[in-house]
């Protein structure tokens, strides 16, 4: 049977954890509350089962508890955040509050993040740029997974993008948050801990054969979304955060599965624009709910981002991970 908790109290378990696991104040802050929140909207295999992983790799130094992003490199409406090998999540706060910034004073802005780590949910620090009137878009690069498109060994990861558009009040924002494979591996970390099958065409194993088998899964290679195109997309992305901040590719950095490797030293991109730098945010609204109303003139048509304005008071949490993460909080 699931158990029920509220938001607050999720949070302040995994707060606990991480600060038990050598996190400093602010990185177990920001990390708990990204993951009760990715649990909340839906995205569990960003949420709390990605608590133990981390611990582990504070544990292990894997990641820097001790670690404080700050910006290294500027001009303009361009910055560069060194996440110095700790947790993404404080250097993704950092730059949010920069992009919100350059991007008032600049009309536009691209934040780079280097020496990061794993950083959940894209979705989310989009999401609350948009609710400033930002349009904003986030990218990352992760561990290998999938193959280049026409090869066979994982070298690219499965590079997450996400954006997020402002609406009219009292609308949320419209936000899109996808990986490019075919499934996010986290959903496939999760069924493997909790002993469960997978779709066939989500994954190959390590022999390169189709699998159900969501263990055999995590040690061979991800699908990408839509074949080669997908996998285009994905060193898009690969290049795109790499190349601009000096971080490492996904092939470069040790599998998240392992509680033992290196610090991974992975990129984050953020790309906010201003509406009113271009055509006036006026005309922004009005294209941007033309759009949508055509959409919803289809019953069957579900608004992205919609269900995120909607927070459930209560998080339904397996018995097993529930155990774990009090287990976590007070060992």
Known sequence: MPEHMT?????????????????????????????????????????LSRLSQYCAFLRNGRADGAARPHVVRERGGAALIDAG???????????????????????VTFIGITNSHHSGAMGLPVA??????LVALAFTNSPAAMPVPGGRAPLLG?????????????HP????DLALSTVARGKIMRAAQQGEAIPEGWALDADGNATTDAKAALHGA??????????????????????????????????????EGNRPRLAQAILAVDPGALAGSTVYLERIEALIAMMTQDSQVRVPGAKRARLPALLNLPDALAATLRRLATD
């Open 7 to 47: 938001l607050t109290e999720a949070r302040a378990l995994a707060e606990a954890a991480l600060l038990r696991a050598g996190a400093g104040a602010d990185a177990a802050r920001s990390t708990a509350a990204a993951l009760a929140q990715a649990e909340a909207i839906g995205q569990a295999g960003h949420g």
């Open 222 to 259: 991800m699908l990408a979304l839509g074949g080669d195109k997908g996998a285009a997309l994905a060193l898009v992305v690969e290049l795109l955060c790499v190349a601009l901040t000096g971080a490492a590719f996904g092939f470069e950095a040790d599998s998240f599965f392992e509680d």
């Open 128 to 133: 609350r740029l948009a609710a400033q009137g």
């Open 158 to 170: 499965t590079n997450p993008v996400a954006a997020a558009f402002p609406r009219a009040t009292p």
């Open 173 to 176: 924002p419209l936000v899109i």
């Open 85 to 107: 090998n700790g947790l993404a999540y404080p250097a993704l706060s950092l730059a949010e509050t920069q992009a919100a910034l350059r991007a008032r004073a600049f009309g």
